[in-house]
C-alpha cells in the first residue's frame, strides 16, 4: 500500500520558519511529479508548490519568495522549507503524489496514480 507521511508540522510565531517532509513508500518516486497542498479551516484545499519529475517548481503567487519546494528522490523524499511565514499560512498541510499515465520505464500505463498523505498541520500565531 502507497504510503505519503508528512511531519514537521507544528506551533510557529510569526515570522519564522518550518521545514515539512513528505516520506514516500511503495511507489517508484521518481515517477511521479510532487506537491504539497494546504487546506484552512473554512477553506478548500489549495496548491502550495509543486515539483516535477525532472525537478521543474511552481509555487502559488502568495508563496512564491518565501516558500521551496525541493525534493531527494535518492530517499523518495519531498521537502517544504517554509520561511516569514504569516497566520494565514495556518492549515493542514498535505503531500501529493501525481503520475499522469504515459511511458514509463518502456511500459505504457493507462492509468493515472494519485496518492495524498494524512497531513501535517502547521499554526502560526504568536
Known amino acids: 500500500q502507497v504510503q505519503l507521511v508528512e511531519s514537521g508540522g507544528g506551533l510557529v510565531q510569526p515570522g519564522g520558519s518550518l521545514r515539512l517532509s513528505c516520506a514516500a513508500s511503495r511507489i517508484i518516486f521518481n515517477w511521479f511529479n510532487m506537491a504539497w497542498y494546504r487546506q484552512a479551516p473554512g477553506k478548500q484545499r489549495e496548491l502550495v508548490a509543486s515539483?516535477?519529475?525532472?525537478?521543474?517548481?511552481n509555487y502559488a503567487d502568495s508563496m512564491e519568495g518565501r516558500f521551496t519546494i525541493s525534493r531527494d528522490d535518492a530517499k523518495d523524499m519531498v521537502y517544504l522549507q517554509m520561511n516569514s511565514l504569516k497566520p494565514e499560512d495556518t492549515a493542514v498541510y498535505y503531500c501529493?503524489?501525481?503520475?499522469?499515465?504515459?511511458?514509463?520505464?518502456?511500459?505504457?500505463?493507462?492509468?493515472?496514480?494519485?496518492?495524498w498523505g494524512q497531513g501535517t498541520r502547521v499554526t502560526v500565531s504568536s
Open positions: 515539483i516535477s519529475r525532472g525537478g521543474i517548481t
Open positions: 501529493n503524489a501525481d503520475r499522469p499515465r504515459g511511458y514509463y520505464n518502456g511500459a505504457y500505463y493507462t492509468n493515472d496514480a494519485n496518492y
